[in-house]
Structures are given as structure tokens and as C-alpha cells.
């Protein structure tokens, strides 16, 4: 009985070890293989207006900035105020001053799995600067901007400046081949550089206006510049209808790789050792030959022994 209950232990305990020793490799080697996959869903902006730009002030030899902006929005948002005002410290008595005016302002940002977008339309506005508050800046009737990013796709920016445009009252015409240059005397210079666009292979940006501006307002009897509203000089660049787009990862390029393991094509043996022959190896092999090896000895020894007890 003793050795009865001593042989059946020994022989099971060799073959659960040696098939756990066995599957132990392969699961392992599984698990350190394995990818993580990482998504990317694309990103959009638009704005209608954004200003960079340095104000000197009459009674102080300092600058003051004024950077604001107009319906900047990033997906998924929109909006369209078509309004916006301003206010700097030592200009205009501290009072709030129009920027920029119009019937429609909007912006709109979009992203999905499979596109992103940024559009923007502007129509009927008037951009004002500080110091010239009753003399617009730059008039016009259209623009837009879009830009288009589908997955797997190449990226699309278009701008259009449509209709009339006027800078510091003078009624101008645009050219898509290069920038325009506006001098008055005894209000400033601006330079407008029209619809400009960019794309890339997954980007994409498209601008209708950018305005680069040396203003200075016209002089009064005592001093260059309004004494009311405290402006000598306004100096810097806007951008007017802005959009932008990144395009969502292409799900054909990056599906992740397959963490199924592989199918067992080991050749299979007699009954009893089937699965246990393989052809190459690695670096777990003899470790795992080693073990089974030694189990197997230890088998045989305690049979051996259980036979000698039982004579």
C-alpha cells in the first residue's frame, strides 16, 4: 500500500512538472513580445482674428502689447461673436476700444475617427488699431479659410479673400503672387500677404489675410499722435482667418500586431511524448531539457526503490 500510494504521486508530480516546464517558455517569450497600440484622433483650430502688436504710448517711452483674439477655438468647438473689443492701460482714458466688427465671424473645429477640420468665415468686417478709431484699418467683404485632414488621405488648405478690400481707406486689389503694400500718408503702412497655405502629409493650414502694420496716427498741433487716445505709434502683425487641421491616424497603417499565439506545427510522435519533439531551439532549451531530465531520473529512482520495498 505504501508503495502503491508512493509510486502514482512521483509519476504524476514528474509529468505535471515537465509539461508546466515545457509551457513555460513559450508563454513567457509570448508575453514580452507583445505591442501596445497607440491611437492618434487628429486635431483642428480655426480663428478669425488674432493680433500681435506693440502700441507706444505718448506720455510714457514704453510699449504696450495687445494680443487678443477672436473666436480661436480647437476641436470640438465652435463659435461666432462677431464682436470684439479691447482695452490697454494709458490708451483711450482706460475706456474699452472696437477691434474688429462684423455681420458674421465664425469658427469651427472638428475631429471624427476618420477626419479633422478648422473653417472659418468672415464677412462684412472692419478691423480697427488703437489710435485710429475712426478710420478702419482694413475693410473687407468675404474671407475664409479651411483646412481638411482625412485619414490615409493627402491634406487640402484653401483660402479665398472675395469682394472688395480697402486698408486705411484706400481701396486696394490683391494679388496672389505676392504681397501688397499700402502707404497713406499721415495714417501708416501696411503690407497684406494673401491667402497663404501650407500642407504637409499629414497637416494642413490655410490663412486668407495676414497683415504686417506700421501705424502712425495723424499728428495733432502739439505732439505726433492723438493726445485723447495716448497712441504715438502701433506696430506688429494680425492674422485674419486661420484654419487648421492634423489628420487621424490611417487604421490601415496602424492596426496593431497580432498577439495570437502561433499554431502548434511541432510533428507529432507515439502516444505518451506527442508534442515533445521540436526542431531548433532557444535560449530556454537546455533548461528546460535539464529539468525534464532531472524529473524524469527522479521518477525512475523512486520506482526502483517502491520495487525494492515491495520484493
Given at each position: 500500500?505504501?508503495?502503491?500510494?508512493?509510486?502514482?504521486?512521483?509519476?504524476?508530480?514528474?509529468?505535471v512538472?515537465?509539461?508546466?516546464?515545457?509551457?513555460?517558455?513559450?508563454?513567457?517569450?509570448?508575453?514580452?513580445?507583445?505591442?501596445?497600440?497607440?491611437?492618434?484622433?487628429?486635431?483642428?483650430s480655426?480663428?478669425?482674428?488674432?493680433?500681435?502688436?506693440?502700441?507706444?504710448?505718448?506720455?510714457?517711452?514704453?510699449n504696450?502689447?495687445?494680443?487678443?483674439?477672436?473666436?480661436?477655438?480647437?476641436?470640438?468647438?465652435?463659435?461666432?461673436?462677431?464682436?470684439?473689443?479691447?482695452?490697454?492701460?494709458?490708451?483711450?482714458?482706460?475706456?474699452?476700444f472696437?477691434?474688429?466688427?462684423?455681420?458674421?465671424?465664425?469658427?469651427?473645429?472638428?475631429v471624427?475617427?476618420s477626419?479633422?477640420?478648422?473653417?472659418?468665415?468672415?464677412?462684412?468686417?472692419k478691423?480697427?488699431?488703437?489710435?485710429?478709431?475712426?478710420?478702419?484699418?482694413?475693410?473687407?467683404?468675404?474671407?475664409?479659410?479651411?483646412?481638411?485632414?482625412?485619414?490615409?488621405?493627402?491634406?487640402?488648405?484653401?483660402?479665398?479673400?472675395?469682394?472688395?478690400?480697402?486698408?486705411?481707406?484706400?481701396?486696394?486689389?490683391?494679388?496672389?503672387?505676392?504681397?501688397?503694400?499700402?502707404?497713406?500718408?499721415?495714417?501708416?503702412?501696411?503690407?497684406?500677404?494673401?491667402?497663404?497655405?501650407?500642407?504637409?502629409?499629414?497637416?494642413?493650414?490655410?490663412?486668407?489675410?495676414e497683415?504686417?502694420?506700421?501705424?502712425?496716427?495723424?499728428?495733432?498741433?502739439?505732439?505726433?499722435?492723438?493726445?485723447?487716445?495716448?497712441?504715438?505709434?502701433?506696430?506688429?502683425?494680425?492674422t485674419?482667418?486661420?484654419?487648421?487641421?492634423?489628420?487621424?491616424?490611417?487604421?490601415?497603417?496602424?492596426a496593431?500586431?497580432?498577439?495570437?499565439?502561433?499554431?502548434?506545427?511541432?510533428?507529432?510522435?507515439?502516444?505518451?511524448?506527442?508534442?515533445?519533439?521540436?526542431?531548433?531551439g532557444?535560449?530556454?532549451?537546455?533548461?528546460i531539457?535539464?529539468?525534464?531530465l532531472?524529473?524524469?531520473?527522479?521518477?525512475?529512482?523512486?520506482?526502483v526503490?517502491a520495487?525494492?520495498?515491495?520484493?
Open positions: 500500500m505504501n508503495g502503491n500510494h508512493f509510486r502514482m504521486p512521483a509519476r504524476r508530480l514528474a509529468t512538472a515537465t509539461a508546466s516546464a515545457l509551457a513555460a517558455g513559450p508563454a513567457a517569450l509570448a508575453g514580452a513580445g507583445a505591442a501596445h497600440a497607440t491611437t492618434d484622433h487628429g486635431r483642428a480655426a480663428v478669425v482674428l488674432r493680433t500681435g502688436l506693440d502700441v507706444s504710448l505718448l506720455n510714457k517711452s514704453v504696450v502689447p495687445l494680443a487678443v483674439s477672436l473666436n480661436e477655438v480647437q476641436a470640438p468647438q465652435s463659435a461666432s461673436k462677431t464682436a470684439l473689443t479691447a482695452e490697454l492701460d494709458g490708451v483711450a482714458g482706460g475706456k474699452p472696437a477691434v474688429l466688427g462684423a455681420d458674421v465671424a465664425a469658427a469651427r473645429a472638428t471624427s475617427a477626419r479633422a477640420e478648422g473653417s472659418v468665415r468672415l464677412a462684412h468686417a478691423l480697427h488699431v488703437p489710435g485710429l478709431p475712426l478710420l478702419s484699418l482694413v475693410e473687407v467683404e468675404t474671407v475664409t479659410a479651411q483646412a481638411t485632414c482625412e485619414a490615409g488621405k493627402q491634406p487640402v488648405a484653401s483660402s479665398n479673400v472675395l469682394g472688395a478690400v480697402t486698408v486705411l481707406g484706400k481701396r486696394v486689389t490683391l494679388t496672389a503672387g505676392g504681397p501688397t503694400e499700402v502707404k497713406v500718408p499721415g495714417a501708416g503702412e501696411v503690407r497684406l500677404d494673401l491667402s497663404q497655405r501650407q500642407t504637409t502629409s499629414r497637416t494642413a493650414a490655410a490663412t486668407a489675410l497683415l504686417k502694420v506700421s501705424v502712425n496716427p495723424p499728428p495733432s498741433s502739439t505732439s505726433r499722435g492723438d493726445p485723447q487716445l495716448n497712441v504715438a505709434e502701433v506696430e506688429g502683425t494680425l485674419l482667418a486661420r484654419a487648421t487641421c492634423e489628420s487621424p491616424a490611417d487604421p490601415a497603417k496602424s496593431p500586431p497580432s498577439t495570437d499565439p502561433a499554431p502548434d506545427v511541432r510533428p507529432q510522435g507515439a502516444p505518451g511524448v506527442a508534442g515533445l519533439a521540436e526542431t531548433g532557444s535560449s530556454t532549451t537546455p533548461y531539457a535539464g529539468g525534464a532531472a524529473l524524469v531520473v527522479a521518477g525512475g529512482g523512486a520506482l526503490l520495487r525494492r520495498r515491495r520484493g
